[in-house]
Protein backbone atom coordinates (compact mmCIF):
# COMPACT_ATOMS: atom_id res chain seq x y z
CA UNK A 1 0.00 0.00 0.00
CA UNK A 2 2.82 2.42 0.77
CA UNK A 3 4.65 1.74 -2.49
CA UNK A 4 1.27 2.48 -4.10
CA UNK A 5 0.66 6.11 -2.52
CA UNK A 6 4.35 6.35 -4.01
CA UNK A 7 3.47 5.87 -7.21
CA UNK A 8 0.66 7.65 -6.87
CA UNK A 9 2.59 10.83 -5.91
CA UNK A 10 5.20 10.47 -8.44
CA UNK A 11 2.15 9.70 -11.17
CA UNK A 12 0.30 12.92 -9.88
CA UNK A 13 3.56 15.28 -9.83
CA UNK A 14 4.66 14.48 -13.07
CA UNK A 15 1.39 14.76 -14.31
CA UNK A 16 1.35 18.46 -12.59
CA UNK A 17 4.70 19.00 -14.51
CA UNK A 18 3.50 17.76 -17.67
CA UNK A 19 0.53 20.36 -17.64
CA UNK A 20 2.90 23.21 -17.00
CA UNK A 21 4.91 22.62 -19.99
CA UNK A 22 1.64 22.13 -22.48
CA UNK A 23 0.58 25.80 -20.83
CA UNK A 24 3.78 27.60 -20.99
CA UNK A 25 3.90 30.13 -23.68
CA UNK A 26 7.50 31.19 -25.36
CA UNK A 27 8.06 34.03 -27.36
CA UNK A 28 11.27 34.08 -29.26
CA UNK A 29 13.06 37.02 -30.54
CA UNK A 30 16.84 37.86 -31.90
CA UNK A 31 17.88 41.04 -30.76
CA UNK A 32 21.26 43.21 -31.39
CA UNK A 33 23.40 45.10 -28.49
CA UNK A 34 26.23 47.87 -28.75
CA UNK A 35 27.94 48.40 -26.08
CA UNK A 36 30.33 51.10 -25.16
CA UNK A 37 32.54 50.26 -21.80
CA UNK A 38 34.66 52.62 -20.64
CA UNK A 39 36.95 52.42 -17.47
CA UNK A 40 38.90 55.12 -15.50
CA UNK A 41 41.56 53.86 -13.38
CA UNK A 42 41.84 56.60 -10.56
CA UNK A 43 44.95 54.63 -8.53
CA UNK A 44 45.90 51.55 -7.14
CA UNK A 45 42.34 50.75 -4.85
CA UNK A 46 39.79 52.65 -7.00
CA UNK A 47 38.53 52.77 -10.47
CA UNK A 48 35.26 53.92 -12.23
CA UNK A 49 32.77 51.95 -14.45
CA UNK A 50 30.59 53.03 -17.03
CA UNK A 51 28.53 51.30 -19.49
CA UNK A 52 26.04 52.99 -22.49
CA UNK A 53 24.29 50.13 -24.17
CA UNK A 54 21.77 50.22 -27.00
CA UNK A 55 19.42 46.94 -27.57
CA UNK A 56 17.49 46.71 -30.50
CA UNK A 57 15.44 44.08 -32.66
CA UNK A 58 16.58 42.64 -35.58
CA UNK A 59 12.97 42.67 -36.87
CA UNK A 60 11.97 45.82 -38.12
CA UNK A 61 15.00 47.33 -36.20
CA UNK A 62 12.64 48.36 -33.22
CA UNK A 63 13.98 50.19 -30.49
CA UNK A 64 13.95 47.57 -27.03
CA UNK A 65 15.67 48.84 -24.37
CA UNK A 66 18.62 51.33 -23.44
CA UNK A 67 20.62 50.95 -20.17
CA UNK A 68 23.33 53.24 -18.30
CA UNK A 69 25.25 51.70 -15.66
CA UNK A 70 28.07 53.88 -13.34
CA UNK A 71 29.95 52.00 -10.57
CA UNK A 72 32.92 52.78 -8.52
CA UNK A 73 35.19 49.88 -7.69
CA UNK A 74 37.21 49.12 -4.99
CA UNK A 75 39.63 46.56 -4.86
CA UNK A 76 39.92 44.79 -0.90
CA UNK A 77 42.51 42.14 -2.06
CA UNK A 78 44.47 41.70 -4.86
CA UNK A 79 42.00 39.37 -6.73
CA UNK A 80 38.91 41.06 -5.18
CA UNK A 81 36.84 44.14 -5.21
CA UNK A 82 33.55 46.04 -4.18
CA UNK A 83 31.56 47.79 -6.27
CA UNK A 84 28.60 50.11 -5.98
CA UNK A 85 26.88 52.42 -8.30
CA UNK A 86 23.42 53.35 -10.07
CA UNK A 87 21.81 52.18 -13.63
CA UNK A 88 19.43 54.28 -15.31
CA UNK A 89 17.12 52.32 -18.29
CA UNK A 90 13.97 53.63 -20.80
CA UNK A 91 12.47 50.36 -21.45
CA UNK A 92 10.33 50.24 -24.71
CA UNK A 93 7.69 47.63 -25.76
CA UNK A 94 9.16 43.90 -25.97
CA UNK A 95 6.94 43.08 -29.11
CA UNK A 96 8.89 44.21 -32.09
CA UNK A 97 5.66 44.63 -34.00
CA UNK A 98 3.90 46.50 -31.08
CA UNK A 99 2.35 49.87 -32.38
CA UNK A 100 3.02 51.41 -28.50
CA UNK A 101 5.40 54.06 -27.90
CA UNK A 102 5.22 53.32 -24.08
CA UNK A 103 8.64 53.71 -22.24
CA UNK A 104 9.11 52.58 -18.86
CA UNK A 105 12.04 54.23 -17.14
CA UNK A 106 13.85 52.29 -14.43
CA UNK A 107 16.29 53.45 -11.06
CA UNK A 108 18.36 50.67 -10.22
CA UNK A 109 20.82 51.38 -7.38
CA UNK A 110 23.56 48.33 -7.26
CA UNK A 111 26.15 46.60 -4.73
CA UNK A 112 28.41 43.45 -5.90
CA UNK A 113 31.09 41.66 -5.04
CA UNK A 114 34.03 39.90 -7.29
CA UNK A 115 36.75 37.16 -7.27
CA UNK A 116 38.61 36.05 -9.68
CA UNK A 117 40.84 33.00 -9.34
CA UNK A 118 43.44 32.77 -11.70
CA UNK A 119 43.89 28.98 -12.60
CA UNK A 120 47.08 29.37 -15.01
CA UNK A 121 48.58 32.51 -16.95
CA UNK A 122 45.95 32.13 -19.27
CA UNK A 123 42.76 30.98 -17.71
CA UNK A 124 41.01 32.44 -15.19
CA UNK A 125 37.58 32.18 -13.55
CA UNK A 126 35.55 35.35 -12.07
CA UNK A 127 32.75 34.87 -9.58
CA UNK A 128 30.26 37.98 -9.48
CA UNK A 129 27.42 38.57 -6.64
CA UNK A 130 25.12 42.09 -7.66
CA UNK A 131 22.01 43.24 -5.67
CA UNK A 132 19.88 44.66 -8.08
CA UNK A 133 16.94 47.57 -6.28
CA UNK A 134 15.06 48.36 -8.77
CA UNK A 135 12.82 50.91 -9.09
CA UNK A 136 10.10 50.72 -11.91
CA UNK A 137 7.87 53.00 -13.14
CA UNK A 138 4.11 51.75 -12.74
CA UNK A 139 2.47 51.96 -16.06
CA UNK A 140 -0.94 50.29 -17.32
CA UNK A 141 0.65 48.94 -20.42
CA UNK A 142 -0.02 52.16 -22.31
CA UNK A 143 1.05 55.42 -19.99
CA UNK A 144 2.86 55.76 -16.96
CA UNK A 145 1.30 55.99 -13.58
CA UNK A 146 2.74 57.86 -10.64
CA UNK A 147 4.63 55.86 -8.35
CA UNK A 148 7.39 52.80 -9.22
CA UNK A 149 6.86 49.28 -8.04
CA UNK A 150 9.88 47.72 -6.40
CA UNK A 151 11.93 44.92 -6.03
CA UNK A 152 15.33 43.03 -5.35
CA UNK A 153 17.16 40.88 -7.79
CA UNK A 154 19.99 38.84 -7.09
CA UNK A 155 22.53 37.45 -9.74
CA UNK A 156 25.10 35.27 -9.43
CA UNK A 157 28.02 34.96 -12.57
CA UNK A 158 30.38 33.13 -12.95
CA UNK A 159 33.14 33.82 -16.23
CA UNK A 160 35.75 31.88 -17.38
CA UNK A 161 38.12 33.85 -19.18
CA UNK A 162 41.14 32.33 -21.73
CA UNK A 163 43.95 33.97 -23.26
CA UNK A 164 44.34 32.70 -26.50
CA UNK A 165 47.88 33.50 -27.65
CA UNK A 166 50.83 32.01 -25.66
CA UNK A 167 53.08 34.91 -26.33
CA UNK A 168 52.51 37.59 -23.68
CA UNK A 169 53.87 40.42 -26.17
CA UNK A 170 51.65 40.02 -28.66
CA UNK A 171 47.64 42.30 -28.16
CA UNK A 172 45.76 39.08 -26.55
CA UNK A 173 42.90 37.70 -27.72
CA UNK A 174 40.50 36.13 -25.37
CA UNK A 175 37.88 33.86 -25.14
CA UNK A 176 34.62 34.69 -22.64
CA UNK A 177 32.45 31.93 -21.64
CA UNK A 178 29.73 32.58 -19.07
CA UNK A 179 26.87 31.83 -17.39
CA UNK A 180 24.90 34.21 -15.05
CA UNK A 181 21.07 33.53 -13.09
CA UNK A 182 19.20 36.20 -11.55
CA UNK A 183 16.42 35.65 -9.07
CA UNK A 184 13.68 38.26 -7.55
CA UNK A 185 12.49 38.85 -4.68
CA UNK A 186 9.75 41.22 -3.09
CA UNK A 187 5.97 41.47 -2.67
CA UNK A 188 5.41 42.34 -6.07
CA UNK A 189 6.75 39.07 -7.48
CA UNK A 190 4.39 36.33 -7.69
CA UNK A 191 5.02 33.85 -9.84
CA UNK A 192 8.82 34.60 -11.90
CA UNK A 193 11.32 34.17 -8.42
CA UNK A 194 13.22 32.94 -11.43
CA UNK A 195 14.01 36.17 -13.63
CA UNK A 196 16.58 34.64 -16.37
CA UNK A 197 19.47 33.00 -16.91
CA UNK A 198 22.06 34.27 -19.84
CA UNK A 199 24.45 31.99 -21.33
CA UNK A 200 27.23 33.95 -23.63
CA UNK A 201 30.21 33.45 -25.35
CA UNK A 202 32.54 36.07 -26.87
CA UNK A 203 36.16 37.16 -28.23
CA UNK A 204 37.68 40.37 -27.06
CA UNK A 205 40.46 41.37 -29.13
CA UNK A 206 42.99 44.05 -27.69
CA UNK A 207 43.73 46.93 -30.77
CA UNK A 208 46.24 49.34 -28.02
CA UNK A 209 46.53 50.01 -24.68
CA UNK A 210 43.55 51.62 -24.13
CA UNK A 211 40.77 50.07 -26.36
CA UNK A 212 39.52 46.60 -27.19
CA UNK A 213 36.33 45.07 -28.78
CA UNK A 214 34.24 42.44 -28.17
CA UNK A 215 31.74 40.13 -30.45
CA UNK A 216 29.80 37.68 -28.59
CA UNK A 217 26.75 35.63 -28.84
CA UNK A 218 24.12 35.45 -25.60
CA UNK A 219 21.23 33.32 -24.77
CA UNK A 220 18.70 34.79 -22.67
CA UNK A 221 16.23 32.64 -21.66
CA UNK A 222 13.40 35.06 -19.20
CA UNK A 223 10.15 34.21 -17.42
CA UNK A 224 8.21 37.50 -17.31
CA UNK A 225 5.48 38.48 -14.29
CA UNK A 226 2.68 35.75 -15.82
CA UNK A 227 3.24 32.41 -14.91
CA UNK A 228 3.54 30.39 -18.47
CA UNK A 229 4.93 33.25 -20.36
CA UNK A 230 8.68 33.07 -21.48
CA UNK A 231 11.33 34.93 -23.68
CA UNK A 232 13.54 33.42 -25.17
CA UNK A 233 15.98 35.14 -27.18
CA UNK A 234 19.18 35.24 -29.39
CA UNK A 235 21.22 38.51 -28.66
CA UNK A 236 24.42 39.27 -30.74
CA UNK A 237 26.46 41.69 -28.82
CA UNK A 238 29.49 44.30 -29.97
CA UNK A 239 31.36 45.94 -27.14
CA UNK A 240 34.12 48.65 -27.26
CA UNK A 241 36.51 48.90 -24.21
CA UNK A 242 37.60 52.01 -23.27
CA UNK A 243 40.48 52.00 -20.62
CA UNK A 244 42.04 55.19 -19.13
CA UNK A 245 44.83 55.51 -16.40
CA UNK A 246 45.22 58.66 -14.27
Same mark, same amino acid.
Given at each position: ????????????????? !????????????????????????????????????????????????????????????? +?????? !???????????????????????????????? +???????????????????????? !?????????????????????????????????????? +??????? !??????????? +??????????????????????????????????????????????????
Amino acid at each position: MRKEKIYLVIFFWFLYF !GLQAQNKQVTRQSLYWIRYYNQLTINTKWTWHNELEERRFFENNQHHHFIAHSRMHYKILQ +NADLAF !GMTYSRQSPQDPHSISHLVVPEIRPAQEITYI +NSISKRLALQHRIRIDERFIRKND !GEVLLPGYNFNFRFRYRLLASFKLNRDSTKRATTLKLA +NEIMLNA !GRNIIYNQFDQ +NRIYAGIEQVLNKNFSMELGYMYWYQQRPTQYQFFDRDIIRLTIYHRIKL
